[in-house]
């Protein structure tokens, strides 16, 4: 698909070179911004609980704020989803010690996130652009996120595609188990960090009863 590979592309040369840690804690109560009939209330609450989500040092969780990827491998690299042993031996092990890059062109040693991209990039949870880089500053999109998501739950993919729909084999995947939300409706579209953890909460809680958006309705 010419338009989704052209909009990576387009988010790749927007993106910023440079992302400071947000301002970010686990709070011991819920968020302000997250109201007991928000559409991912239970979800988000539940993450939360599981110290899974950071929430802004106002109190705030900020739901409808775009995810980037270096954020989004920095939430999915948990204890609480997935086996994370070794991980802050990760650089240490595998990136020597004159390498000022982590696997990627673009992803700093000494940034934030370099020990969870080092991770994640050993365990085949990620992948990188064609020219070599991660793109940590790029608001990650829905298909990038599912085959993300898909790799962190070792859900079973029969048919993995290539070429430019590479990506429809995740994205089956979590509409088989009811785990799109329905605010979902294209494929290329940018990740919240609500729309986030819903995904998460349904594949880690096993929810199947909630309103789901389906491949075929996907554009």
Known sequence: MYFLWSLLIGSMLLGSSVIAQQDTAFSQNPFTDVPANSTYFESIEYLRTQNVLKGYLDGTFKPDTRINRAEFVHFVVNPFILDTNNVGDCLRANVPDTASTVFFSDVARDSWYAADVCFAKMNSLIDGYPDGSYGPANSINFVEAAKIICNVFSLDIPVQETGEFWYRSYVQRLSDLHAIPVSITHFAQTLTRG?????????????????????SNLR
Request: aromatic share 4%; glycine share 0%.
């Open 195 to 215: 729309e986030m953890a819903e995904i998460v909460y349904r594949l880690k809680v096993n929810v199947t009863d909630r309103p789901s958006s389906i491949i």
